[in-house]
């Protein structure tokens, strides 16, 4: 500090003296070197940001089906090239809506297979003494799962006892786990990524979704 003041002092008598010499005086010669002062201390001013660029299209809701769209129709464009058929997916979407209740039987297996591990530690059949507590949430989950396993058939006859709502909806039905699975382990996970990867996220999900909507009547009927 006491060297900057001794400098600011210099330059305050260098500048009188030559305002001196010009012939300026009195209070203008004061303002003149408050003025110099103060500029001396005042820190440099911060660059403006630049302004973020506008994306080209401004509506969120012509976005939204722009990538959406774009990720679908990649998706199909993918199914085409590989199995060479345009209308690949409603053969896909046969398959799964005729395995419906053996796709339905294998998620309640594993709800079930969940529920016996759960229910067991709930009412503390772990905490039975000896080989029982080591073998109770084991054997309640493995119980629970055989019953999730044989539920097919049931679910078969209720399909077809709601007919004709079981066809129409049986498409859909076939394809809500596979989007999920989709969304769980792709779309989700991408959120915080450039957009470049959350297109290539979204592609599954969408050609899921798109497929479900254009081949399911059709597969239905």
């Known amino acids: ?15 009188r003296i030559r305002m001196a010499q010009a012939g300026v005086a009195g209070p203008e010669m004061v303002e003149l070197v408050d003025i110099e002062v103060e500029t001396t201390d005042a820190p440099p001013a911060a660059p403006e940001p630049a302004p973020e660029p506008e994306p080209r299209v401004r509506d969120p809701r012509l976005r939204w089906a722009a990538f959406n769209g774009g ?21 896909y979407m046969g398959h799964l809506t005729m395995s419906v ?4 039987a294998t998620g309640i297996t ?14 503390h059949l772990h905490k039975l003494p000896g080989v029982f507590g080591l073998a109770a949430r084991p ?13 097919a058939p049931v679910i078969r006859d209720a399909m077809f006892a709601v007919e004709p709502w079981g066809s129409l909806f049986a498409p859909l ?14 779309d989700r996970r991408a959120r915080q990524q450039p957009p470049v990867v959350r297109w290539l996220a979204r592609v599954p999900l969408a050609t899921v979704a798109v497929s479900s909507l254009l081949y399911a009547p059709g597969v239905a009927l």
């Not at 054997?139 to 539920?151: H, K, N, P, R, V």
């Open 1 to 15: 500090m006491p060297p900057q003041s001794s400098t600011k002092t210099q330059r305050t008598r260098a500048r």
């Open 71 to 91: 990720a679908a129709a990649a998706g199909h464009l993918v199914i085409w090239s590989v199995t060479g058929d345009p209308m690949a997916g409603a053969d």
């Open 110 to 123: 594993f709800g079930a297979l969940w529920a016996g591990w759960r229910g067991a530690a709930m009412v």
């Open 101 to 104: 209740p053996e796709l339905a």
């Open 139 to 151: 054997a309640a989950a493995l119980a629970a799962a055989m019953w999730g396993q044989g539920t």
């Open 173 to 186: 039905l076939a394809a809500g786990p596979v989007a999920a699975a989709c969304w769980w382990g792709l």
